[in-house]
């Protein structure tokens, strides 16, 4: 493999693996109240933002047309519920918000979409 090759390789395990980590996160927001409970509120939305800019979804060679457009329509939501939320509040307030529990579903879904093609295999390159 020439070294371009190789770097192309890597960026799609890179790539491979932010896709795996996303629905990762939308796994987790899909649990409602209970994402909150182990890590509290902060944390509900740094998850997902560590692997989701604020700003919008980067492109991505693993992620298809389709999954980035239930991804984005799931991180107008999510900003919203971000925004609406005071930066300091007990995790019990912030599950009375309902936030948690009107986010879950929305999860769910862009879930679903990218669990058409599952979890990617970061071992090996896995064309689209």
Avoid at 8 to 14: T, W
Avoid at 25 to 52: C, I, K, N, S, T
Avoid at 56 to 72: H, K, S
Avoid at 94 to 117: C, D, E, I, K, Y
């Amino acid at each position: 493999m020439s070294s371009a090759q190789d770097r192309d390789a890597y960026k799609r395990v890179v790539a491979q693996r932010q896709r795996n980590n996303i629905m990762v996160e939308l796994e987790r927001l899909a649990e409602g109240a209970d994402a909150v409970r182990p890590w509290g509120f902060v944390e509900y939305f740094e998850g997902f933002f560590m692997e989701v800019p604020y700003e919008g979804v980067l492109p991505n060679q693993a992620i298809t047309a389709d999954e980035i457009t239930a991804l984005t329509a799931f991180l107008v939501k999510f900003r919203e519920a971000c925004d609406a939320t005071p930066k300091t509040m007990t995790d019990r307030a912030f599950v009375a918000s309902g936030w948690p529990a009107a986010l879950a579903p929305l999860a769910t879904a862009t879930l679903a979409v990218f669990a058409r093609r599952g979890l990617m295999d970061i071992e090996k390159v896995d064309p689209l």
